[in-house]
Nanobody, 120 residues
């Protein structure tokens, strides 16, 4: 199961770096996706990093502001979030899949998530 961390309360325009770790699997064997769920809304894909070539993909709403990366030595995937906006407020989750996808059923080993709140 994944463990997400790094969330918190930040002012608009601020930054946070989320971490995604899993002691049970080697993350570089999988594509890792970040998803988020805002209050009253369905969970949505945010970003994904592939395992074979390290290619990345982003939702249009976060392009240019968020960066996904992986540190294989630490078996951790990160989501650097800059220029945060109130609409980024959500619980953020990571999960693994054979390849990047925006389809939740393709992913497994969901964690409990980490809360990100963007507010002044």
């Amino acid at each position: 199961q994944f463990v997400e961390s790094g969330g918190g309360l930040v002012q608009p325009g601020g930054s946070l770096r989320l971490s995604c770790a899993n002691s049970g699997i080697t993350l570089d064997y999988f594509a890792i996706g970040w998803f988020r769920q805002a209050p009253g809304k369905e969970r949505e894909g945010v970003s994904c990093i592939n395992n074979n070539d390290g290619s990345t993909d982003y939702a249009d709403s976060v392009k240019g502001r968020f960066t996904i990366s992986r540190d294989n030595a630490k078996n951790t995937v990160y989501l650097q979030m800059n220029s945060l906006e109130p609409q980024d407020t959500a619980v953020y989750y990571c999960a693994a899949a054979p390849g990047c996808s925006w389809t939740e059923p393709d992913f497994g080993s969901w964690g409990q998530g980490t809360q990100v709140t963007v507010s002044s």
